[in-house]
């Protein structure tokens, strides 16, 4: 294998480095080159190093460790301490490796730049060669690397691309430039010039970027972006506003910030860092990789993770989320130029110019020249620089693939793709309807896309765009791709608009996904700001290569390259390679960034979501403290807000709007009056504050506002001011005057009446009133009932009131401090209704509310979960329920020959809780007996047991109890027929078998099908058959009636939700895993999500070590924290529960205490639980039990145990099939019960010993 190839030449070498791609590459291969060597016996890993570390024969070597970390390896490795070193990029520059005997590059290095680079770090003597190997990963890889092998040794180096006018650096290094000095804005201009990157910069770019970073942004929305720096327009001069300097030293460089968690020891020395993603995937007390040295999870706190080493544990990989740069357009020409040339060599000369031209040794010439005649078996062609080959085939489950085989590198596919996309999107909507489109896949070596299953043909127009439209089809796609909001993000954090809040502190990624998203909404609007720009001229050209795909598309156009099309009866070997690359995107889909997924396979219609939870009644649940407390921050009344000198003033001029003096006076902290005339002095002289007459009284304004006061108010401004400061609103923007000042107001103020703006203006409440309804429109400014002992209509700004529900919500969360599991596995009983001491049918209706939906063991519901809930449970009141239609049952799958999972709902309830039943085929309900019995019903309605036997009799087929009988329960564990009364199932939990028919059924059921009895024959056998098995008693019908009408994926997925919360009251993870939800916990959470906003359910950590994603109704968190003090927490609080009762909540909720055994949640067995701790587990039948650590602290699981066994028929009932009349306990923890230690305490409670062990029972 490659591995112990590997290991070979590291042993035979003094010290190798060997060269990845990707850090989680690193990881994985030096671990397993540690192991492979530990199992060969040629290293002991487990020898420790004096700081607690294992001695690795291997270590890894990448950005995400810490400088100390790294450094130290590096070091071991220039004294020749370490034998083997698996780095990415980290080493490949400019670090004096030292003795490097050999390089190894795993996988084809991706260029001949990287490729001279990395093999260049061997042998750093004098005189003496660099040494190096290239070990491709798969044939494909093969193919690339024979190319840069070729090109590295003949100087080909790949053209060097430099970044022209990136405007993100450019507007931090004016705000870096200003920190500390005043410039001329044209000396500024020409010094920005006088950088390369920057030599073809025009002065509307300039001024453009000038404008963002002085605060004049083209809209409102961008008004909580703080400026940067003061332009003082009539001097013509920059400067750095306060704390510019720290911002440039903080926020700049021009690496993306990952939002990753940095990796410390307890003392705080730095390990490494993790992606954010595989943190919360972590939990406390696992270990993982990192370095190839294994690490323990001691603690996760908001930005890090605490660990101790964990020498010689197992350890899972950790995976970190990154861009890989692609395979340049001209390495790509090279690589279809070498298919070109060797497909057309005689094998000889073939063979010859691999081993010499491009280095291939004998397995692997073979292996190439292999994979191209398989290739051009399998399709008649090889792709290459002047042929592209579209295949297309049908896949595993007969979906049309096509794919377009093409060398020419990742950064022409994508913007290649990103048209495709656009251009089947358009086209299969217009053909099939919304909803149908197709799916796109890139990677270096051409594109593969998957038709929508109704879509049978493709248009080849639709693949090769005109070259000349190809830079406007990939512009106009762009803004809609992941791909473009996380440039976005990236380069509004480098233009400082976005800085870090917390300088040194990690900021969330989620949390720079959101702010970017909310700047990028408006920003759009806007095709001239400057990020925008920025952020399209970095997909355009640094990422994607345009003029390459005009270059290929016109050489499309012109023949110089054909297009050869090939349909496959099954996918080629290059496709297989292109369809590996599929797979891995697909399946580990869900690793991907939140913001950055493709879209979920349940896309939930957030509209109806509102409609289905209701209005939204917000006056009793924002908190009057918190409402105060947000209109004093967005008011700059705090003292941390206040105004500390004359430019803050102006901002704060610029964010609230027109404000009298005293109003000022308010806002300057400790300032002096006289301060503030000082202030206020000089910026009228500057002309950056003016005053005006507004609403009958005088009041400062920014400059900036004086065209909207004029154009939307009608207020005289002054002479003077810049031309920038008093160009029409409307024309610039095209917005309305009076609607941003309307905006402005709400955006600073919670909610507010129309009367409130109206005075404000300056306006009548009329024309105050058209505005307010305009913003509303565009879902700005929502209007509800919000403010606490408030009444009529109010409005309020989206934003702010998305921050009054997060505080409030934080507020409510104060409240809650997390319980232990104990608490929870005693509030759970509680809460569901446990030993209630309620009784009778409405007691039974109240159980089944909680209970429906739930799948649960037929044989158990009445005797041991419904008993458990009402007292005096009697099997007749549930029958009542049923009688009368009220409640039904469905089937959910069969458990055993006797026994299945069954769902009690209410009638209305069932299609909103239910899932859809499977088809006959997914069920295994697709033989004759089925179908007559489906159709049959669906005919004739619901049925007696002598119909559904009349019916399978005249369609010849066997019609004795027995067939008629399994087929019937066939349809109903299916989900597919029910019936009106229990007894049914009863009959069958008890394991009765059908009563025997008549010889003469009997000898028909063997006969030819074809032969159709007489009709006295079928009344003879109807006479001895009419009562019929009793699991076959009652009125029968089909299920498909109650699914109607079939509600949205989105009302599903709510009603399920809601169902969930109310079972549980507190809902994890482990219980949605635990309950079977479709999708898992993440199929709910976004209903979760949004009930937590409208303060219906609330999010916290409210149960230790369950994960941060818990939610709970508000009565349930009171209830569970009450379970933690000792006067509600009753000590006597026992309970026996199936230990598949939803009630009982190990090994579902919580995990199953440490134990002897192997405990689970199994049909039949028991668990004993005492004040919330887990005792003691019956296994089924009663023989083996186990108990816990809890056991020695509770006594009365033992006095609990022997009224259990004093049950009628062994817990309760004689109806269950589980039921056995005695209790026979033969084992204990694994040893003979008559020898166990608890033997004396079960003897004393009643148990007697005998020849197998101790018993009990009536």
Known sequence: ?????????????????????????????????????????????????????????????????SRERRLVVEDELKRGQLKGLVATSSLELGID????????????????????????????????????????????DLLEAAVVAQRMQEGLIEHTKVPVNPLDVLAQQIVASCALDEWQVTELFDLCRSAANYSTLSWELFENTLDLLAGRYPAEEFAELRPRVVWDRLAGTVRGRAGAQRLAVTSGGTIPDRGLFGVFLPEGTRVGELDEEMVYESRVGETFLLGATTWRIEEITFERVIVSPAPGQPGKMPFWHGDGPGREAELGRAVGEFLRRISTLPQEEAEAELRTRHALDEAAVSTLLTYLDEQAQATGVIPSDRTLLVERFRDEIGDWRVCIHSPFGSRVHAPWATIIRTRLDAHFSSELGDGFGAEVLWSDDGIVVRLPEAAEDLPMELLFPDPDEVESEVVAALPGTAAFAARFREAAARALLLPRRRPGQRTPLWQQRQRAADLLSVASKYPSFPILLETTRECCNDIFDLPALRLIMSEVRSRRIRVVQVETPIASPFARSLLFGWIAVFMYEGDAPLAERRAAALSLDRELLRDLLGVEELRSLLDPEVVDLVEMEL????????????????????????????????????????????????????????????????????????????????????????TAFTDSVSAESGESPLRDLVARFARTHGPFTSAQIAARLGISQEIARLSLAELVGTQRLLTGEFLPGGSGVEFCDAEVLRRLRRRSLAALRKEVEPVDSAALARFLPRWQGIGSGRSGTDAVAEAIGLLQGAALPGSLIEADILCQRVKNFSSADLDLLCATGEVVWLGAGAVGAHDGR???????????????????????????????????????????????????????????????????????WAGEVTSDSLSPLRAKASGGSPRSTSRSASRSASGSRSRRPSSSAARASLRVSRLGPPAGAGRWSLTAPLFLPAPSP???????????????????????????????????????????????????????????????????????????????????????????????????????????????????????????????YLERGGKRLLTFEAASQHDSWVQMLGSFASATGFGGSSSSSSRVRRLRIETIDGESANASSWAEALRAVGFTEGYKGLSKGA
């Not at 490659?2 to 989680?24: G, P």
């Not at 202030?679 to 400059?703: D, F």
């Not at 085929?921 to 047991?945: I, K, Q």
Request: glycine share 8%.
């Open 1 to 65: 294998s490659m591995d112990a190839e590997l290991l070979k030449l590291i042993e035979e070498n003094h010290s190798t480095l060997l060269f990845v791609n990707a850090r989680r590459m690193a990881e994985r291969l030096a671990s397993r080159l540690n192991e492979l060597a530990a199992e060969q016996g040629s290293h002991n890993p487990q020898v420790l190093e004096q700081d607690g570390e294992s001695e690795e024969l291997v270590k890894a070597h990448h950005g995400s460790l």
């Open 97 to 140: 490796m030292g003795a490097v005997d050999l390089v190894i590059q795993v996988a084809s290095p991706g260029s001949v730049s990287a490729g001279l680079q990395r093999i260049g770090r061997a042998g750093h003597q004098v005189a003496v060669a660099s040494r190096g190997r290239i070990f491709p990963k798969h044939r494909a």
């Open 635 to 722: 008011q700059r009344l705090t003292l941390d807000r206040a105004a500390r000198d004359a430019d803050e003033l102006h901002d704060l001029l610029r964010v609230l709007g027109p404000l009298t003096e005293i109003e000022l006076a308010a806002r300057i902290g400790e300032a002096s009056p006289q301060l503030l005339q000082t202030w206020l002095e000089h910026l009228v002289e500057r002309r950056r504050v003016i005053t005006v007459n507004m609403a009958g009284e005088q009041r400062y304004c920014a400059a900036e506002d004086a065209a909207k006061l004029r154009d939307g108010l009608g207020l005289a401004i002054p002479v003077g001011l810049p």
């Open 902 to 972: 069954v769902r009690l709902m209410f009638r209305d309830q069932v299609a909103a809780l239910v899932p859809a039943v499977a088809t006959a085929e997914e069920s295994g309900t697709d033989e004759p007996h089925h179908h007559v019995l489906r159709a049959h019903l669906s005919t004739h309605g619901a049925s007696f047991w002598a119909e559904l036997t009349a019916a399978v009799a005249a369609a010849s087929l066997p019609y004795d109890d027995q067939s008629v009988l399994e087929a019937l329960w066939d349809l109903v």
């Open 1050 to 1176: 989105t009302e599903f997925v709510t009603q399920r939700a809601l169902q969930l919360l109310e079972r549980y009251g507190v809902l994890t993870r482990e219980m949605a895993l635990a309950e079977g939800v479709e999708g898992g916990f993440a199929g709910v959470y976004p209903v979760l999500k949004l009930l937590e906003e409208r303060g219906q359910v609330r999010r916290g950590y409210f149960v230790d070590g369950l994960g941060a994603a818990q939610f709970a109704k508000p009565g349930a968190v009171d209830l569970l924290r009450a379970m933690t003090q000792p006067d509600t927490a009753d000590r006597t609080d026992a309970w026996v529960l199936a230990a598949t009762d939803p009630a009982q909540p190990f090994g579902a909720a919580l995990p199953w205490p440490e134990s002897s055994g192997r405990p689970s949640r199994a049909i039949g067995a028991y668990a004993l639980i005492v004040n919330g701790d887990l005792c003691a």
